[in-house]
């Protein structure tokens, strides 16, 4: 500024001055509240980003999962039946012999078709896979020989499975005349008068529950274990069973025993028995009451479920 004007003159100046430094000030001003009004809406596009580059990641991630998933598929021929699995199936139990071939230390026999070749049971092979897959939700097949069969492949390639639990069922081979077997031969029934026995089609341990159908006590039903070839017509070997009716008690080889305390069974109700092989042991619940009982058994003797059907209308179902 000229400060040699007059000094009228640098007033003026001086006004005209402060007039646009107010102007400019008054400008900022409101450019900074519309900054503050568009602050809100900054911040949200912000965050909107941000969650898009999120899933944009995440995305990518799959992907990437998934293009190292598809580079490791592995085709079998397994005894010339083809299969397409992962190699994270065929190496999720650790020391089996399938983690072993598969951990890339080894060159395995491939077909003319470049698949790797497994001498084994092709048609078995679909159970291991699923066991593999699913873990503990996998089951056995009621079908004890098919079950048995799986069992002998999860040995061959080295894989602890979790036991096999097979429902226990009764025998054609092992039963009187006049019992009839139904419902997956699960189900026996004397349909006339008659003193008839069934036993199991398996050697038994562990529990069983038996649940009367139907039950007629004017004679009676007797539940337990016998070994293999007794089946009773006039007597009681050497099983060991307890009867549906208190008075008539349990039968201990060959002999009758004293009565045990539990009300006369009903239609409906369930019976367990628990065969403690080690202890050489048999116990019995009468689940609607809680009534127990047990007795000793012949030791290293294999044992048989055994059942003794009397009254006509009488009906047994192993249910467990």
């Given amino acids: 500024k ?34 503050a009004s568009l602050q809100p809406h900054l911040t949200r596009s912000l965050e909107e980003m941000e969650e898009k580059k999120r899933k944009i990641e ?41 983690e072993v071939m598969f951990s890339g230390q080894y060159d395995n026999a491939k077909d003319e078709k470049g698949r790797v070749f497994i001498d084994s049971d092709g048609t078995l092979f679909r159970h291991v896979l699923n066991y593999l897959r699913h873990g503990e939700k996998w089951t056995y097949p009621e079908d004890a020989s098919l079950a048995n069969e ?11 499975a979790k036991p096999q639990q097979q429902l226990i069922v009764w025998d054609y ?3 009187h005349a006049i019992i009839q077997l139904s419902n997956s031969d699960k189900t026996a029934l004397i349909p006339v008068l008659g003193h008839a026995a069934v036993s199991s089609k398996q050697i038994f341990s562990g529990k069983a529950r038996i649940k ?3 039950i007629n006590n004017s004679y009676w039903i007797a539940v337990g274990v016998a070994p293999a070839g007794v089946i009773l017509t006039n007597s009681y070997g050497s099983s060991f069973l307890w009867s549906s009716r ?37 116990s019995i619940l009468h689940e609607r009451t809680g009534s127990r009982d047990k ?14 059907l009397y009254s006509a209308g009488n009906q047994i179902t192993i249910v467990s």
Avoid at 58 to 80: A, P, R, T, Y
Avoid at 295 to 306: D, E, I
Wanted: proline letters at 4%.
């Fill in 58 to 98: 995440e995305d990518v991630k799959i992907m990437e999962d998934q293009k190292i998933k598809w580079s490791n598929i592995i085709n079998l021929n397994v005894g010339g039946v083809e299969y397409t699995t992962s190699l994270a199936t065929l190496t999720s139990r650790k020391g089996s012999m399938l």
């Fill in 246 to 282: 208190a008075s008539d008690g349990k039968y201990v080889s060959t002999a009758a025993g004293t009565p045990w305390t539990c009300p006369p069974w009903q239609a409906g109700d369930i019976i367990e028995l628990n065969l403690d092989t080690n202890k050489n042991e048999l």
């Fill in 173 to 175: 081979s092992k039963k």
């Fill in 2 to 35: 000229n400060y040699n004007l007059p000094a009228q003159n640098q007033y003026q100046v001086m006004e005209e001055y402060s007039e646009q430094i107010k102007t400019k000030l008054n400008e900022i001003s409101v450019k900074l509240s519309e900054i």
């Fill in 295 to 308: 007795m000793n058994v012949t030791p290293n003797t294999p044992l048989y479920l055994h059942a003794n």
């Fill in 212 to 214: 009367m159908d139907s």
């Fill in 150 to 160: 799986i069992a002998n492949e999860f040995d061959f390639f080295g894989i602890v």
